[in-house]
């Protein structure tokens, strides 16, 4: 694969730059950039921000190393993530995420057997109100989930259906006690 | 027809704690499409902006002032008054530029409140820092906000775009002279970005380790300029205060901790949600009558009531107790963010300390040795005492262990880390030793 950004990619990253008072700090929107086009940030994928950037690699390397969300290895395309965090975690994530190693019959790295989908256990995603959550590929909230809400979820990442956006409404609407 | 400001209206006074259900709420009011600029403007919003940036009233010190005296009590989790914070900035010295920072990393779990801002009522959080940057005379705003909230990010950047179009951000703001610009940074994953030093860090790209104070943010901040950090809640109530004056925001609610909260109720209740009321409600309006009561006609346990660093509570403890730093002094524990996290009585206590332990332990930063090697330790012993393999002295241990840690680190993560192991322990001893004696008699027969 050849690692180099478009033009209108680097002209992104220059509006990133223009952004900071030093250059460095363009390196987070540079790497998010990097991972939406090549899926994951390899050792070129990182070397090209570097470069993009005109500072070191280690400096690149070391912020990318550093986030969870930042991706260090080539993954499955899907990214199921179930928070088992404090209320998550007393509220059914972890049933939920026991439900999915066994639905996706993911082997130790949490990679499913078709090389679809990958999942891992999330700290709290700031949304405790719909435990327990999850979310996709680094994206879309699942609130209030369910074995039965999974199993919808995965089907439709399966056809290739982009997730909507769940609005959760502001409470209130039901008579105090 | 009477002058409301978004809900609030600055002729009704809010100081009957007994009538909350009569409470009308400012920071997220039932306003449908709030979030869109014209709705936002029809309903009174930017009208303090305009007013502080236009009307020749209002200088740096009134704005400060006026804050101050409001007493906005930090929403960040740390409850310091917002005004007296900004007053510590150094006079402004010309071609230095000072910066203000937006925490909105929101990653203390329990917390769930900032989210709904950046859906539901973004312009107040922007036209309230932008007033911040004003009275603090600042060149820009950077925005933090979780890369987990990617979807809410967007929200946020189509909001800042509108204010620029309108010239409520940018240059000369609404022919005030002054310039004022507006960032949004996303985050990436890690709990640490939301420490104020760490923040800085992170927006300064590099790895986020936190730096020792002093120098204080208020003298050496971003890129080592004079920098202030309010967290997004924060800085939303200041055209509130503005608008309708430092007297009547802080009417609302508890007098020594006052103002609207966003309580972000989760757990086994009813009906969780981010509720909107006056600080200072008894914890049981909140659980028995905002959310519904406990859930499956379960008894409750325990509360945590300000995110998972608060000290947590046991349900004994509660009786006219209120949400503000006060009133939960006298059981021991703090408001934090006012994410509440209520338990009910089939909670395993232990196994609940173990999730919020691993929390601590995959977050910290690994800078500090006590802290890094702390927050393992603990997993470790609580796993011992969950699998039926603890000893009694693994309980001494535990506390000795949180002697080391708090403060006696950079950050007050090790603290966080800390300070629920050390009350989950004491207030809810006879479970660990249930599990402990548990063992004991394996061993012994
Ligand atoms: C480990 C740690 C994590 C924190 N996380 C957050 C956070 O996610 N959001 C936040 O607003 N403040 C967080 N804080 C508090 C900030 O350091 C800072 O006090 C706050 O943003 C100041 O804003 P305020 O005075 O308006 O509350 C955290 C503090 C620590 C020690
Ligand atoms: S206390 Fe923990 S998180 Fe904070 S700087 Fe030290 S090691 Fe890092
Ligand atoms: S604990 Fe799961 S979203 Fe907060």
Redo the contacts between chains.
Sequence with gaps: MEYTFTQAEVQEIQKHVA????R??????A??IAQEKFGWLSADAIKLVADTLD?PYA?VY??AT?????LKQDCPPNLIEVC????C???GGKERMAFLKDYLQTNEKGRSADGQFWIRE??????????PVG?IS????VHNLTDEKLRETIERLRRGEVLS?E?IP???Q?P?? | MKKYYLCGDQNTIFDNMENWRDYKKVLLPDIPGLHNIDVYERNGGYEALRDVFTSGKWDSKKVIDEVKAANIRGRGGAGFNAGLKWSFMPPKKDGLPRYLACNGDESEPGTCKDRRIFEYNPHLFIEGAIIACYAMEMDAAYVYIRGEYADWIDMMQAAVDQAYQRGFIGENILGSGRTIHMYVHKGAGAYICGEETSLMESLEGKRPYPRSKPPFPAQYGLWGKPTTINNIETLAHVPLVIKNGAKWWSSIGAPTHPGPFLYGISGHVNRPGVYEYPSGMLLTDLIYNVAGGIRNGKKLKAVVPGGSSVPILRADQLEGITMDADSLRTVGTFVGTAGMCILDEDTDIVKFLIRVSKFYDHESCGQCTPCREGTGWFVKILKRIDAGMGEMKDLDLLLELCDTMEGRTVCALADAAAWPVRNTVIRFRDEFEKKIKRSGVLINS
């Design positions: 952004k900071y008072p030093d460095h700090s363009a390196i987070m929107p790497l998010w500072v400096r070391g912020v550093f986030y969870t969300m930042y088992t965090c404090f209320t975690g007393e509220c999330a700290e709290c995603l700031g949304a405790c109100d719909t435990a979310q680094n994206r879309r909230f956006f609005a502001l409470n209130d039901t105090l006690g």
